[in-house]
């Protein structure tokens, strides 16, 4: 009965992040959704700029806390281990859901793409940062990422293994594929508005200060192997290092 109760969590948790980032896709790039990014403003620019700052604050906090090696050896005591990524999952998604729904369109343009040629390469490029977002997921191991490896081990009464230390497609030419292709898709659009750019900057000041903290404990994990990988492969720009080799 335990066992059948935690793996309908766990897929009940993947479900709601499965519609919470379909959802986002549309917030961000203004597709579909009924409120998105850049919908009607309704409070002064200065509570705007407060509300959404402290949205995507609250977002990172408990996206990199949660994710620390400490902080999931102590909630492990209170959380059962097959549902500790269920759960993550879960409070990322629901503080995903409170970001779109709180969140404060600013109006002003900052700028606007009208030719067609360049419209149509940034809206390409829009839907590239996502399909590199969910490639990279599944190269990693989609399952284990958002939780359901977790509890589908438990359910069949077999141990959890970690993942092995694997550098597929991707991962061989930048060290975080998942965190460029959400940049390229919050910076890719025709129409950037002050909303828009408030969550572009943040977000990339966030990836960047994560990536600092994931690396530390990746080494830590990984020990030699992250080491070397680190030297050989850039961190977000494909073939930086092989330039500033050459120059
Ligand atoms: C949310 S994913 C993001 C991965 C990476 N930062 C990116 O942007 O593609 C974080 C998980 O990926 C795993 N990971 C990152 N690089 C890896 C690699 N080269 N091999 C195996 N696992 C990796 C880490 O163990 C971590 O649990």
């Known amino acids: 009965m335990k066992k059948v109760l935690f793996l309908l969590y766990g897929i ?3 479900c709601l992040f499965l519609g919470t980032i379909l959802y986002a896709m549309g917030f961000v790039g203004n597709l579909f959704v009924p409120k998105s990014i850049d919908s009607e403003p309704r409070t002064s620019l200065m ?3 407060l509300i959404n700052a402290s949205l995507l604050l609250l977002f990172a906090l408990q996206h990199s806390i949660m994710a620390r090696p400490a902080f999931k050896e102590w909630w492990t005591r209170y959380v059962p281990a097959p549902l500790e990524r269920s759960t993550y999952v879960l409070l990322a998604s629901l503080c995903l859901i409170l970001l779109m729904w709180q969140w404060q369109p600013m109006g002003g343009i900052v700028w606007n793409v009208e030719h067609s040629g360049l419209k149509a390469v940034l ?3 829009y839907l590239s940062g996502w399909s590199i977002v969910f490639t990279s997921t ?3 191991n989609h399952f284990d990422l958002f939780g359901l490896r977790q509890v589908w081990l438990y359910f069949k009464g077999k141990a959890y293994e970690p993942l ?3 550098l597929p497609l991707f991962y061989k030419m930048v060290r975080h594929p998942l965190y460029l292709g959400f940049m390229i898709a919050f910076w890719a659009t025709p129409t950037m508005t002050m909303a828009h750019l408030l969550f572009a900057i943040l977000t990339t000041v966030y990836i960047l200060v994560a990536i600092q903290f994931e690396e530390r404990d990746l080494v830590a994990h990984f020990g030699e192997q992250y080491r070397r990988y680190k030297k050989w ?3 977000l720009v494909p073939f930086l290092r092989r330039l500033k080799q050459k120059y």
């Open 164 to 166: 092995p230390f694997r």
């Open 47 to 49: 509570s705007a700029v």
């Open 233 to 235: 492969v850039p961190m």
């Open 138 to 140: 599944f190269l990693i």
């Open 12 to 14: 009940l948790c993947y």
């Open 123 to 125: 809206s390409i490029a």
